[in-house]
């Protein structure tokens, strides 16, 4: 590992420091829990979307929209290296990466790889400048982490495929126009097969999609229902009943995690500065001696997140393709969140019960009370901690299954 930039890539980090020191709008500055690019995008509110489409032209210009794609199809063709530089400056800014993360991280790579050249010109540009924004439709309420037991159904009729069945955990379908999905299209064969990869318009009649509120009073979780819906068979990407294998393609290999070890950072610091300062009459920092360690121990895993990220992105840049390192990244930073917000709860102690945003009372706005009960399901999204203890188990430290 290498924790020095060279001239070239301090070069970089600097010219992507001016890029946000110039173009960021106001209202993505300051990390506001307010501003969100998706929900800006469509927004009735002029400004706000003059925002986000002000930064995505400011980033389209010079193909950071996308930054691992290969430039002929737009994107800006950098290295893991630059990817990590690129992403840690954004993630100190708090700015937004301005495109949909399915789209950009899973659906643009997959269409490079297996989609048909009328389907790379049709979607690949909207998704770089925004026009459509993607949700995935994987998961469903009988297969999560055994995905392919799904049975959502797409039956061929002439040149469209009609859908009945549920997706359930969609994030950001509530905000997307767009959805990429997988189906089962043959249902005699053995589960890896028989699944087909769709790209559904969300304005097709019959497919319907209902918020699932969280205990954070969000609603980025949604549920998606097909009710005899048709899609055309020209959105169908790669082979019918090959599409297990296509729904599983990353071109996106930055999987450092490096926005989440910055976040945890930026987490802890705000949470010591505002207890030491206007939040002093709140804090038990003076009275409860252990929280003071508790903060220190805190301070020590954000710095072992951060560690944690630059060995990946130094294997990856190496030319090497992490496996279980990515996957003790992934639980480490997953974890390490939930133990920032319980620690942030217990520092300010009953004040942690007043969490609206708008009370004067509630502690840098109910931050980390939001946080503690948004953090739930991070242990389980992207992959159960569970799975990755087998992971690191049987290709980390080869030990024998069952």
Not at 274 to 286: D, I, N, P, T
Request: hydrophobic share 40%; net charge negative.
């Amino acid at each position: 590992m290498d924790w020095a930039d060279t001239a070239d890539q301090a070069a970089f980090r600097d010219e992507v420091r001016a890029l946000i020191g110039e173009r960021l709008p106001e209202r993505y500055r300051g990390h506001r829990e307010d501003a969100h690019w998706q929900r800006d995008r469509r927004s009735d509110d002029p400004a706000e979307r003059d925002a986000a489409m002000s930064w995505t032209r400011a980033l389209a210009a010079r193909g950071w929209v996308a930054p691992h794609w290969p430039k002929e199809y737009g994107g800006a063709g950098m290295t893991p290296m630059e990817q990590f530089i690129f992403n840690e400056e954004m993630a100190k800014a708090g700015a937004p990466l301005a495109a949909s993360l399915h789209g950009v991280a899973m659906l643009g790579p997959t269409l490079i790889i297996h989609g048909t050249p009328e389907q790379r010109q049709e979607h690949l540009p909207k998704i770089l400048s925004a026009e459509v924004v993607w949700a995935q439709g994987y998961s469903e309420p009988g297969a999560g982490s055994d995905l392919a037991s799904l049975q959502t159904r797409a039956v061929r009729d002439g040149d469209e495929y009609v859908l009945n069945g549920q997706k359930i955990w969609t994030s950001g379908a509530n905000t997307a126009d767009w959805l990429f999905t997988i189906v089962r299209t043959n249902p005699d064969a053995p589960k890896h097969r028989g699944i087909s990869f769709l790209m559904a318009d969300l304005k097709t009649p019959g497919i319907s999609v209902r918020p699932i509120i969280n205990m954070a009073w969000g609603d980025d979780l949604n549920e998606t229902f097909f009710e005899d819906a048709r899609v055309p068979v020209r959105n169908l990407v790669g082979e019918e009943d090959r599409g297990w294998y296509v729904g599983m393609t990353l071109l996106d290999f930055e999987r450092s995690g490096i926005s989440s070890a910055v976040g945890t950072q930026r987490s802890i610091r705000a949470l010591i500065d505002y207890a030491a300062g206007e939040g002093r009459h709140q804090s038990r920092l003076s009275t409860v001696t252990s929280l003071r360690g508790e903060i220190v121990d805190r301070m020590i895993e954000c710095e072992v997140s951060y560690q944690f990220s630059l060995r990946i992105v130094s294997m990856q840049n190496a030319g090497l393709v992490p496996n279980y390192e990515a996957s003790c990244a992934k639980l480490f930073n997953s974890e390490l969140g939930q133990r920032i917000a319980r620690t942030g709860t217990k520092v300010f102690g009953l004040y942690s019960n007043l969490w609206a945003g708008d009370d004067v009372r509630s502690p840098m706005r109910g931050a980390h009370t939001h946080a503690y009960v948004s953090s739930i399901p991070s242990t389980l999204a992207g992959g159960s901690s569970e799975i990755q203890r087998n992971i690191i188990a049987t290709r980390g430290l080869g030990l024998p299954r069952g």
